[in-house]
Nanobody, 119 residues
Framework: QVQLVESGGGLVQAGGSLRLSCVAS????????MGWFRQAPGKEREFVSR????????YYADSVKGRFTISRDNAKNTLYLQMDSLKPEDTAVYYC????????????WGQGTQVTVSS
């Protein structure tokens, strides 16, 4: 079992920045690839970014590429999402998730943190 707790969300003006954090507890954090997802009101949850267990490979949705940066600190059991040049369409609840290599898909999810970008 892995417990994930996100923080860092809030209200920001368009063009601003936020840094989300996701702290993991339980099993070894470095075992897992990690991802960020988001869900806007009335929309389905969508993929934002993914990072491999070592941090060497990173993937981004086209909508955030060049503006968001995913990173991790395995010594601190923490995943990050640096969000720059924020747009109103980035408004959503952001979730972190852990991908256990022994199974397909993301196995553990955080409770989410709200990001609101005003125009």
């Amino acid at each position: 079992q892995v417990q994930l707790v996100e923080s860092g969300g809030g209200l920001v003006q368009a063009g601003g920045s936020l840094r989300l954090s996701c702290v993991a507890s339980g099993r070894t954090f470095s075992r897992y690839a990690m991802g960020w997802f988001r869900q806007a009101p009335g929309k389905e949850r969508e993929f934002v970014s993914r990072i491999t267990w070592s941090g060497t490979m990173r993937y981004y949705a086209d909508s955030v590429k060049g503006r968001f940066t995913i990173s991790r600190d395995n010594a601190k059991n923490t995943l990050y999402l640096q969000m720059d040049s924020l747009k109103p369409e980035d408004t959503a609840v952001y979730y972190c998730a852990a991908d256990d290599p022994s199974s397909s898909g993301y196995d553990y999810w955080g409770q989410g943190t709200q990001v609101t970008v005003s125009s």
